[in-house]
T-cell receptor, first 113, second 110 residues
Framework: KAGVTQTPRYLIKTRGQQVTLSCSPI?????VSWYQQTPGQGLQFLFE???????NKGNFPGRFSGRQFSNSRSEMNVSTLELGDSALYLC????????????FGPGTRLTVT | QQQVKQSPQSLIVQKGGISIINCAYE??????FPWYQQFPGKGPALLIA?????SEKKEGRFTISFNKSAKQFSLHIMDSQPGDSATYFC?????????FGAGTTVTVRA
């Protein structure tokens, strides 16, 4: 089975711009989670979607949003980028329901200048 | 506020030795405890996981020990190999989300 894929892999944006990141889960997985990884804060949960519904959201400002499509693919959007948004954004998929077995993609490295 | 505390921050072990990483949590709602391995430039890879009704789980050279009353769990890497050199994260799951520890960088010296 193909793993979790994320596009693009690398992105450079300027402060104030917005960005959209994409995630395709493992085939058959219906849950998609997003995490932000930085050297200072580590891995932090952004949000989780299952069957197009957000089931949980982390402690991030409203500039961070996401959605999930009927084919389970997901996108996250960050508006009005700040320097502190520079990070590795990781997507993870799981079967959903009660399982927490989350499988991560390679991430999108976002640099804000 | 870190919900899962992980130690040590880094460790160096000789080839063939045992690496031990410890994690502690407070939230009793956590019901799933995985460990992830991450290499530079890669996403975290699920290594092994345990539920709180089990005290120990072993998969190959990796063993999780879980102490529910102490709210602690640990990862033991037996017969450590240079290829095990990576960053290891513990995590705890509840409400469809994982809370991660800060990570431990393991270096295995040949």
């Amino acid at each position: 089975k193909a793993g979790v894929t994320q596009t693009p892999r690398y992105l450079i944006k300027t402060r104030g711009q917005q960005v959209t990141l994409s995630c395709s889960p493992i085939s058959g997985h219906r849950s998609v989670s997003w995490y932000q990884q930085t050297p200072g804060q580590g891995l932090q949960f952004l949000f989780e979607y299952f069957s197009e519904t957000q089931r949980n959201k982390g402690n991030f400002p409203g500039r961070f949003s996401g959605r999930q499509f009927s084919n389970s693919r997901s996108e996250m959007n960050v508006s009005t980028l700040e320097l502190g948004d520079s990070a590795l954004y990781l997507c993870a998929s799981s079967l959903g329901s009660l399982t927490y077995e989350q499988y991560f993609g390679p991430g999108t490295r976002l640099t804000v200048t | 506020q870190q919900q899962v505390k992980q130690s040590p921050q880094s460790l160096i072990v000789q080839k063939g030795g045992i690496s031990i990483i410890n994690c502690a949590y407070e939230n009793t709602a956590f019901d799933y405890f995985p460990w992830y391995q991450q290499f530079p430039g890669k996403g975290p890879a699920l290594l092994i996981a345990i539920r709180p009704d089990v005290s120990e789980k072993k998969e190959g050279r990796f063993t999780i020990s879980f102490n529910k009353s102490a709210k602690q769990f640990s990862l033991h890497i037996m017969d450590s190999q240079p290829g095990d050199s990576a960053t290891y994260f513990c995590a705890a799951g509840a409400d469809y989300k994982l809370s991660f520890g800060a990570g431990t960088t393991v270096t295995v010296r040949a």
